[in-house]
């Protein structure tokens, strides 16, 4: 069995001057994750493969500097609302408000400064959790609302990390919260990720427009290359001609999940099968729960080779996939997606797991 050890370490200086440190969860397995306040940012996950060798399996940078700058969101808690809100503006309450705009024309994952690039206060830290909080204030990047969030990290000996979120707001507003970690099962520098193999429990996807935001038409995945019903080798898919692969030269969709339309008539709703990967050499497989209605499957379409991360090693475009449980994009201009907004009054409280397997 593993010593376990609770570790803190100074990571920097944040470009307003607070002071980020990472923080080691451990269970008896051998699984570890480091996560830093600033972002409540995963910045190393190791896991066994099937010889016991362990491997850190998410992207990431080596020095907080790296995740002050405007990039790809490794590992990072995303909100207020995660994805694409198209023209960066949506209606509430009959009152239309403005957002930042940070993908083209439209808003993406929060804003300019979004819940990836503040410090969030350490609540508890134990030798398998960590629970961060931050206060949002009112118009911060337009959003309505005092919001006070917190998440909740646990690794369990189960090799199930815990991702628990909590908000109550002030006013009406909108919230939709993701973490958006890269996976690579085979080792964070061990090349891209076309020969993972992939199933997502999702007989429908959110059709993109060439910007990449939903249009509001949702199409069945039947004959697509987007059918990950069974497992499917991402290669298989990934170059395809299909117009919306196309579009963003790889994957970047939400996919609806096959939800149980039986709830339970008390308690907290339960997380869901929603997806699952296997990466062949090292035998290592992760499964994926949650309690949301979608889940986007990006291929890190958008890495090149000028972006260095840890240990030096430059990613490459496709070199890690991201499972970011959510509600659908743009989902507050089409009445007919499940409903980001959260009333004065009530609790938002979501769950994803990730269990590892070999």
């Known amino acids: 069995m593993e010593e376990i050890i609770l570790e803190i370490k100074f990571f920097g200086f944040t470009p307003d001057g607070q002071e980020a440190y990472t923080y080691s969860l451990s269970n008896k397995n051998g699984i570890k994750a480091e996560i830093t306040n600033y972002g409540g940012t995963i910045v190393s996950l190791f896991v066994p493969d099937k010889r016991g060798r362990r491997e850190d399996v998410v992207l990431g940078f080596g020095t907080l500097e790296g995740y002050t700058k405007p990039g790809p969101y490794f590992g990072a808690i995303i909100g207020r609302h995660a994805n694409r809100i198209e023209d960066a503006v949506f209606e509430l309450n009959g009152e239309k408000y403005k957002l930042k705009k940070n993908d083209g024309n439209n808003h993406l994952h929060g804003g300019v400064k979004g819940f990836d690039s503040v410090c969030w206060r350490v609540s508890d830290y134990g030798e398998n959790k960590l629970f961060l909080s931050y206060l949002s204030i009112d118009g911060e990047e337009g959003y309505p609302g005092t919001l006070n969030v917190s998440t909740y990290y646990t690794l369990t000996d189960n090799n199930e990390l ?6 109550e707001s002030g006013a009406d507003t909108i919230v939709n919260l993701t973490n958006h970690s890269y996976f690579n099962l085979g080792g964070h520098c061990s090349g891209n990720i076309l020969n993972h193999f992939l199933k997502i429990n999702a007989d429908k996807f ?3 427009n060439q910007e990449g935001v939903p249009n509001g038409e949702i199409c069945d995945v039947t004959g697509t290359p987007m059918d990950f019903r069974h497992f499917r080798m991402i290669k298989s898919g990934i170059e395809s001609d299909f117009e919306q692969i196309r579009h963003v030269s ?8 096959n939800k149980n339309e039986v709830q339970p008539e008390y308690g907290t709703v339960q997380p869901e099968y929603c997806a699952e990967v296997y990466e062949p050499i090292s035998e290592r497989r992760m499964k994926v729960y949650t309690t949301k209605p979608g889940v986007q499957l990006y291929t890190g379409n958008g890495l090149s080779g000028y ?6 090693v430059h990613y490459q475009k496709w070199s890690g996939l991201c499972l970011e449980t959510q509600f659908f994009p743009n989902s507050m201009k089409h009445s007919h997606f499940p409903s980001p907004i959260l009333r004065r009054g009530e609790k938002y409280n979501h769950k994803t797991i990730y269990r590892f397997e070999v």
Do not use: M, P, Q, R
């Not at 815990?162 to 908000?167: C, H, K, L």
């Not at 790889?250 to 999940?257: A, I």
């Open 162 to 167: 815990v991702i628990e979120y909590e908000a």
């Open 206 to 208: 959110t059709v993109n």
């Open 250 to 257: 790889g994957y970047d969709h939400n996919f609806v999940l």
């Open 307 to 312: 972006l260095i991360g840890k240990g030096s």
